[in-house]
C-alpha cells in the first residue's frame, strides 16, 4: 500500500459509528513494544525518536480495522452522488479560489491539474475536516508494527476471531475465507508498518522534529499523514528532496499529491495515476467528475486553459 485508500477513512468512520471496540491484552502489548524497539533496524534515526516506542498506546481501532477491512465490501451508497451534491461543489470551488495561488505554483511545475489535485484533497480528508476521525500516528503505525511479535499476533487474532465470522458475511462468498491465513497477514501487516515506522523516524529527522512533534503527530487510523494522507514510506522520497516540506500545509500538499500524480504518469494516464493513489473505481470516478465541473467553471484557472 502506497498511500493509504480512503475506503479505510469510511470503514473508520462505519465503526466508529458503531461504537466497535476490541480491547486487547495490555502486558502483551507491552512485551510486544520491546520486540519492535528492538527490531527496527534503523541506524539513521535518532534515538531519542525511537524511544518513543515504549511510550506510545495501543490503537485498537488501527488494528481492529486492517484485519478486518479485507472483509468489507466497500460503500453500500453511491459515492459519487454523496461527494457532488451542490454544498460539496460550491466547498471545493472555493477551496479552489482561496488556494489558487499555490495550485497554479504546483500546476507549473508538475503540470498535474490543480482540479484534479483539489477534487483529490477533498476526497482524502474532507480539507482537513475534523468530522474524520484523527489518530495519533506514533500509537497508529507502532501498533501494526507490533503484529511482528509472535505471542501478541496470536492474541490479536484469537481476540478478532468472533469480529471476522461477523464481518464474512458482507462478502459474497463467505466460505472462501474458512481457510484464509490469518498469521500471514498478521507478518505482511507488520513487514509493512516496521517499513513505515522507520521512513516516520527518518522524516522526523530530517525535519528536526523535536520528540513532541513525533509524539503529538496526527494521522488516520493507519498512519497516513497530512492533507495529502501519504503513508510515511511513501512521504520520504520526496523529502529528500526538499526538507522543508510540511505534511500539514496546503501548499506543501499541493506539491506532494501533484509530484506523486506526476511520477506515477498522469500526463500519459489519468486514471492509472489516480489508480495508484487509490484503488476504488468509484474513488477515481468521483475525482474525474468533480474535477471536470471544477474545468467547466474555470477553464482558465491557472490564466491558461488547463490541459
Not at 492533507?227 to 506543501?252: C, G, I, R
Request: with cysteine.
Amino acid at each position: 500500500m502506497k498511500i493509504v485508500n480512503l475506503i479505510q477513512i469510511w470503514v473508520g468512520l462505519l465503526y466508529a459509528s458503531q461504537a466497535f471496540a476490541v480491547d486487547f491484552n495490555q502486558g502483551l502489548w507491552e512485551k510486544a513494544l520491546t520486540t519492535v524497539e528492538k527490531n527496527l533496524n534503523c541506524s539513521d534515526c535518532k534515538s531519542e525518536h525511537v524511544k518513543l516506542i515504549r511510550q506510545t498506546k495501543i490503537n485498537s481501532r488501527a488494528i481492529e480495522l486492517k484485519f478486518l477491512n479485507i472483509l468489507e465490501s466497500g460503500p453500500t451508497t453511491n459515492r459519487l452522488l454523496e461527494y457532488t451534491t451542490p454544498d460539496s461543489i460550491k466547498k471545493v470551488e472555493s477551496f479552489m479560489q482561496e488556494h489558487r495561488e499555490n495550485l497554479c505554483v504546483s500546476y507549473s511545475e508538475t503540470k498535474v491539474d490543480p482540479a484534479v489535485v483539489t477534487a483529490l484533497l477533498y476526497m482524502e480528508t474532507l480539507f482537513g475536516s475534523e468530522d474524520i476521525p484523527w489518530f495519533k500516528a506514533m500509537d497508529s503505525i507502532v501498533s501494526l508494527a507490533a503484529l511482528e511479535d509472535p505471542v501478541f499476533a496470536f492474541h490479536v487474532i484469537e481476540t478478532l476471531k468472533p469480529s471476522m465470522q461477523k464481518y464474512k458475511k458482507y462478502r459474497d462468498d463467505p466460505k472462501k475465507w474458512d481457510a484464509y491465513d490469518w498469521n500471514k497477514r498478521a507478518k505482511w501487516i507488520a513487514e509493512d508498518w516496521q517499513m513505515h515506522l522507520r521512513a516516520f523516524f527518518r522524516i522526523a529527522k530530517m525535519q528536526k522534529w523535536k520528540s513532541d512533534k513525533v509524539k503529538s503527530m496526527k494521522s488516520s487510523w493507519a498512519g497516513a499523514l497530512g492533507y495529502s494522507q501519504f503513508m510515511p514510506n511513501t512521504a520520504l522520497p520526496y523529502f529528500k528532496e526538499d526538507k522543508e516540506l510540511d505534511f500539514w500545509v496546503w501548499k506543501d500538499s499541493f506539491r506532494l499529491t501533484s509530484m506523486y500524480l506526476r511520477d506515477e504518469g498522469f500526463a500519459k494516464d489519468t486514471q492509472k495515476a489516480l489508480e495508484a493513489y487509490n484503488s476504488p473505481k468509484w474513488y477515481r470516478d468521483t475525482i474525474i467528475h468533480l474535477s471536470h465541473i471544477m474545468r467547466h467553471k474555470h477553464p482558465d484557472f491557472c490564466d491558461k486553459p488547463l490541459t
